[in-house]
Nanobody
């Protein structure tokens, strides 16, 4: 199973970006999908997650500014980020709980995409 993230870049404060993460490989189904981020000198933190049924959760720091969504037919999760702040600068990683058979599953990580918020 591979997760390919894309969509990062440089954006000015107040701007928007949309990240995508597509899962491929031997996939039976995907349970929860999530986005984490890691800023320089800090631990990786959970930003947002979405279940297979569409229930979502957000870290307090991004609530109201970020929106997670998924396309189950494409095995893809998205992160729409708006009202970006310099403190959102980090490498963003996608994570998916993938069921490879009816009985086996594991957590997989994307390669990370850099988001830089700066004027």
């Amino acid at each position: 199973v591979q997760l390919q993230a894309s969509g990062g870049g440089l954006v000015q404060p107040g701007g928007s970006l949309r990240l995508s993460c597509a899962a491929s490989g031997s996939i039976f189904s995907i349970n929860a999908m999530a986005w984490y981020r890691q800023a320089p000198g800090k631990q990786r933190e959970l930003v947002t997650a979405i279940t297979s049924g569409g229930s979502t959760m957000y870290a307090d720091s991004v609530e109201g500014r970020f929106t997670i969504s998924r396309d189950n037919a494409k095995n893809t999760v998205y992160l729409q980020m708006s009202g970006l702040k310099p403190e959102d600068t980090a490498v963003y990683y996608c994570n998916a709980d993938v069921r490879t058979t009816a009985r086996e599953h594991g957590h997989y990580w994307g390669q990370g995409t850099q988001v830089t918020v700066s004027s």
